[in-house]
C-alpha cells in the first residue's frame, strides 16, 4: 500500500477514514470540532452540493474549501449512487449509455447526470480528488445488469477522463490539478470485475475505488472487495467506498484499501450509539480480534454514571463530560448532544486509523 498521496490541500497519510460531509457539513459538528477529533480529511457529495447551495454561490464563495471552512483534502463523489439510487427504489428515472436521466419527483423536471456535467460539477466545487461516474449495481442484479453496468462505467469513465483534461486545459489557476480517481464495477461476476479494472487502468488514473454493494448479508465483505484489490496494482490508491464498521474497515485494509469513508459513526452518534474500544488500544490485536463494544448513551444505567463515555478516548467530549451528562442532553433533546456523541465517535475512528499505520 502507498504510504501518502499529495493533493492541493495537503498530503493525505493512508490509511485514512473520511467522515461523509455530504451537504457541505459533518452534521452536528463544525469543520473544527471534525479537525479536532483528528479527522483529516472529508467526503462531499455532488448531487447535493449542486442543488443546495448550487454551484454560484459555491463559485462565488471560492469553492468548497472555502465556504466549509476547511482547509484539508475534499474528495468528492460523482453523484452516481445517489441518483442511481433514486431510479431503483422510486422509478424516476432511466439510465443509458449517454447517462443518468431523472427528477426529484414524480412527473418533475428531467435532469440529466452525464460523465461531462459529472465532471464539470466537480470542478467547480473544487475538491482535491473528484470521481468518474459509475453505474452502481446491486451483486444480485442479474448478468445482463452488470455487463451493461461495467460497458457504461468504461464508457463513462473515458469521457470523464476527456472532460477532465479540457478542464484542466481551460483551467487558469494555478493550484494543483485535483485528482481523478475511477471505480471498478461488475458485481460478484470476477471476469467481469477483472475486464473494467483492465480497462480503467489503461486509461490511466490516479487512484480507484471499489464500487456496488461491499457487503453479504451477514455483515462481512463480500469476495469482491479483496479481489477487486488484487487487480490494482499498490502503487495506486485504492478506496473502500463506503466501508464501513470499524471490523469492515479493518478487513479491508488488510485487503490492500487505504481510504475509507462511511456515514456509520457520525449517523450511530446522532441514534445515541457510541462506540468504546475493549482496552487499551496500545497492547491489543486489533487486526485479528473484535476490538470494541457499542454504548447506548440513553439506557437509563448512565443516568447516574459519572464515567466518561471511554476512559481511553481523549475527545473533547471525554475529557470534560460524563455519561451522565450526555444522557441528560439526548433526553432534553438538546442539540449539544448530538455535537458531543458525533466528536466521540469520530474520535474512535479517529484512533483506529492511528492504530492501523502504527501496527499494519
Ligand atoms: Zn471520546
Not at 452536528?28 to 447535493?48: F, P, Q, R, Y
Not at 482547509?71 to 427504489?89: A, E, H, L, R, Y
Amino acid at each position: 500500500m502507498i504510504k501518502e498521496l499529495e493533493t492541493g490541500h495537503g498530503t493525505l497519510k493512508f490509511p485514512v477514514y473520511l467522515p461523509d460531509g455530504t451537504r457541505g457539513v459533518v452534521r452536528a459538528v463544525d469543520s473544527v470540532d471534525v479537525a479536532n477529533a483528528g479527522i483529516e480529511a472529508m467526503v462531499v457529495n455532488t448531487l447535493h452540493l449542486s442543488s443546495k447551495p448550487g454551484m454560484t454561490t459555491l463559485a462565488s464563495m471560492g469553492g468548497i474549501h472555502n465556504f466549509m471552512g476547511w482547509d484539508k483534502p475534499i474528495i468528492s463523489d460523482s453523484g452516481g449512487f445517489q441518483v442511481f439510487s433514486m431510479i431503483v427504489d422510486s422509478k424516476l428515472g432511466s439510465i443509458s449509455p449517454k447517462g443518468f436521466s431523472y427528477s426529484h419527483t414524480k412527473g418533475g423536471k428531467k435532469k440529466n447526470l452525464t460523465p461531462e456535467k459529472c465532471i464539470q460539477l466537480q470542478f467547480r466545487i473544487g475538491a482535491d480528488i473528484i470521481y468518474c461516474l459509475d453505474y452502481c449495481t446491486h451483486p444480485e442484479m442479474d448478468r445482463a445488469t452488470q455487463l451493461t453496468s461495467v460497458d457504461y462505467t468504461l464508457k463513462w469513465a473515458k469521457k470523464c477522463k476527456q472532460e477532465y483534461d479540457r478542464q484542466i486545459k481551460q483551467r487558469k489557476s494555478d493550484r494543483p490539478r485535483p485528482l481523478l480517481f475511477a471505480v471498478v464495477q461488475g458485481g460478484n461476476d470476477k471476469d467481469l470485475r477483472k475486464r473494467c479494472a483492465e480497462e480503467l487502468l489503461e486509461m490511466g488514473f490516479d487512484g480507484f475505488g471499489f464500487g456496488g454493494w461491499p457487503i453479504q448479508e451477514d455483515g462481512t465483505l463480500t469476495d469482491m472487495v479483496a479481489y477487486v484489490s488484487e487487480l490494482i496494482p499498490d502503487s495506486y490508491p485504492k478506496h473502500a467506498l463506503g466501508i464501513g464498521k470499524p471490523e469492515n474497515l479493518v478487513a479491508a485494509f488488510k485487503a490492500g484499501y487505504g481510504i475509507f469513508d462511511c456515514v456509520i459513526p457520525t449517523r450511530d452518534a446522532r441514534h445515541k450509539r457510541l462506540y468504546t474500544f475493549k482496552e487499551d488500544i496500545k497492547g491489543m490485536n486489533m487486526l485479528n480480534g473484535d476490538f470494541y463494544d457499542y454504548l447506548y448513551i440513553h439506557d437509563d444505567i448512565h443516568i447516574k454514571d459519572s464515567r466518561p463515555i471511554d476512559p481511553l478516548c481523549d475527545c473533547l467530549t471525554n475529557n470534560h463530560y460524563s455519561r451522565s451528562y450526555l444522557n441528560h442532553l439526548f433526553n432534553i433533546n438538546d442539540h449539544l448532544a448530538y455535537r458531543l456523541a458525533t466528536i466521540h465517535n469520530l474520535r474512535f475512528y479517529s484512533k483506529l486509523i492511528e492504530y492501523l499505520r502504527e501496527h499494519g
